[in-house]
């Protein structure tokens, strides 16, 4: 399935060099399937091993960590999710912009496939949209990703970064249409 290409940016204050983020999003009936692939050093990022059970988790956007944000065309709700490299996951509802958060109960597990080798790291989801939205609902989507070096110095990455500071979950940073 050809889905549509994206490339992340690091937000302007970043002095991470060397690394690449990139990807491909598409949309198949009430599927979405999502890629995420690293390029770069990876033995400097701090990313968390494979855990043997991967499960429901908050603050993963703390340390290195794959996100997404849809949203409803015309509508101030949106979700957020949170994929970490070691399987562990969370979705969250917004009311509207940064209110009103809370765990959405309709995902109830969320299966992602994470493969690493030493320079790349790559992510791929495949989800049932009805778990949240009926089907055939129009989404804004956006791609992000935070990015933790070993140094702790932590790096925000997003298809556009449209305020003075990082912020993912800003509307106009949901480009993407699936």
């Known amino acids: 399935m050809s889905g549509q290409p994206f490339s992340l940016q ?7 060099s060397g690394l690449t983020l990139s990807g491909s999003l598409a949309r198949s009936a009430d599927r979405l399937y999502l890629q995420y692939d690293l390029q770069g050093a990876l033995a400097e990022m701090e990313i968390t091993p494979p855990a043997a059970q ?3 988790r908050h603050q993963l956007w703390e ?15 949106y979700w957020e999710f949170n994929l970490s490299p070691a399987g562990h996951w969370n979705v969250y509802y917004f009311d509207s912009y940064r209110q009103g958060m809370q ?7 969320l299966s992602f496939q994470v493969q690493s080798a030493p320079n790349s790291l790559a ?8 778990a949240i939205v009926p089907p055939g609902k129009k989404l ?6 935070v990015i933790q070096l070993r140094t702790g110095q932590i790096s925000y990455w997003a298809l556009t970064h449209s305020g003075p500071e990082a912020d993912f979950h800003r509307r106009d940073s949901f480009t993407l249409m699936v």
Not at 63 to 77: A, D, M, V
Not at 123 to 130: P, Y
Not at 140 to 145: F, N, P, Q
């Open 103 to 109: 765990e959405e109960t309709g995902v109830t597990w």
């Open 123 to 130: 992510l791929a989801l495949n989800f049932d949209l009805t």
């Open 54 to 56: 991967p499960e429901r």
């Open 10 to 16: 690091p937000f302007p204050n970043s002095t991470l």
């Open 140 to 145: 804004e989507v956006a791609v992000t990703s």
């Open 63 to 77: 340390t290195t960590c794959f996100e997404f944000f849809l949203g409803l065309p015309r509508s101030p709700r």
